[in-house]
Antibody, heavy 117, light 107 residues
Framework: QVQLQESGPGLVKPSETLSLTCTVSGGSVNSGTYYWSWIRQPPGKGLEWIGYIYYSGSTSYSSSLKSRVTISLDTSKNQFSLRLNSVTAADTAVYYC?????????WGQGTLVTVSS | DIQMTQSPSSLSASVGDRVTITCRASQTITTYLNWYQQRPGKAPTLLIYSASTVQSGVPSRFSGRGSGTDFTLTINSLQPDDFATYYCQQSYSTPYTFGQGTNLEIK
């Protein structure tokens, strides 16, 4: 059974960098079958796709976030990570990591990141 | 970017009812359309992919149809567990955009 778990600070100051890691168990991020994705959800709002990374290292990002976002892969630790620069209060959200195959079929439980001084 | 528009935004129904949620894409996405259910405080779960293929483990009362730009999710004989928010998502081209969600409430 594939499991994903987000980890990282729950509080980030404005203008700083949000960094989260997703640890995958029961499957390999080095698989060419899947993409590994980040999705976020501001409190009380809908889902926003942030981007994904493939085992080769190729990435795709949201049009509105691509100037500030980087997704990377650490195959030795079976993890992938999200960095979002220059955060503001608008980046406060629950951040999910997920596996993308035919649909986004496995999700982490989500982690709330609050941007506040 | 492809825009996804769901209707209605909210819907009230009773246990045993049949409901249909619509999702429209701003351009053709063939059948690259997925549906998710999200209960409060939980991560979304995949219900349907490729417009009409029901994910393993999902009850057969859930069904999806459509191609091109217009899609529907139908839930037959609503059960108490089905009262949740539903999202469509296109995976035809990145960014993989979501609809705004449909909140299904108990009448």
């Amino acid at each position: 059974q594939v499991q994903l778990q987000e980890s990282g600070p729950g509080l980030v100051k404005p203008s700083e960098t949000l960094s989260l890691t997703c640890t995958v168990s029961g499957g390999s991020v080095n698989s060419g079958t899947y993409y590994w994705s980040w999705i976020r959800q501001p409190p009380g709002k809908g889902l926003e796709w942030i981007g994904y990374i493939y085992y080769s290292g190729s990435t795709s990002y949201s049009s509105s976030l691509k100037s500030r976002v980087t997704i990377s892969l650490d195959t030795s630790k079976n993890q992938f990570s999200l960095r979002l620069n220059s955060v503001t209060a608008a980046d406060t959200a629950v951040y999910y990591c997920a596996r993308v195959g035919r649909g986004t079929d496995y999700w982490g439980q989500g982690t709330l990141v609050t941007v506040s001084s | 970017d492809i825009q996804m528009t769901q209707s209605p935004s909210s819907l009230s129904a009773s246990v045993g009812d049949r409901v249909t949620i619509t999702c429209r894409a701003s351009q053709t996405i063939t059948t690259y359309l997925n549906w998710y259910q999200q209960r409060p405080g939980k991560a979304p779960t995949l219900l349907i992919y490729s417009a009409s293929t029901v994910q393993s483990g999902v009850p057969s009362r859930f069904s999806g149809r459509g191609s091109g730009t217009d899609f529907t999710l139908t839930i037959n004989s609503l059960q108490p567990d089905d009262f949740a928010t539903y999202y469509c998502q296109q995976s035809y081209s990145t960014p993989y955009t979501f609809g705004q969600g449909t909140n299904l409430e108990i009448k």
